[in-house]
């Protein structure tokens, strides 16, 4: 692909054709001041479609947040205009406050300070449940 437009950042490519909206709203990337793109639908031979984002900064990215949306995602890291890591993703065990229990009853609903906090439960079916009150995610 054409990292030509960045010098120094990350993109996030391989993403799951339809994926890339919800991780760019998982990972707050609306709220950076750098320029963020997203291509959506860009063609692949190997998945056939794919969105990519292309971040023009040096931020810290959550690797668990990635993985937890599309553990087929990879991560570039470009500095000076060169391609300098290119890491594999994979589902994090536990995610801590990216996600929010759904269910009304769980404590975290209730009890303002307490981390929200998923664990993998099923690594073929990504499937995370809270570790309170064990609702699924998604
Ligand atoms: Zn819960």
């Known amino acids: 692909m054409n990292i030509d437009s960045i010098t120094n950042g990350i993109v996030i490519d391989h993403i799951t054709a339809g994926n890339g909206m ?3 709203e998982l990972l707050g990337l609306g709220e950076l001041e750098c ?13 056939g479609k794919k969105d990519i984002i292309k971040i023009d900064a040096d931020i810290p990215v959550n690797f668990d947040v990635v993985g937890f949306v599309d ?3 990879t991560i570039n890291i470009i500095k000076d205009g060169v391609l300098v890591e290119k890491r594999n993703i994979e589902m994090p065990e536990h995610l801590v406050n990216v996600i929010k229990c759904k269910n009304p009853r769980c404590i975290t609903s209730c009890e303002q300070e307490i981390d929200h906090i998923f664990k993998l439960t099923d690594r073929e079916h990504n499937v995370y449940r809270c570790i309170y009150c064990e609702t699924k995610a998604n």
């Open 35 to 47: 320029s963020v793109a997203i291509i959506k639908n860009a063609s692949s031979g190997k998945i």
């Open 71 to 73: 553990p087929n995602a």
């Open 22 to 24: 919800k991780l760019y």
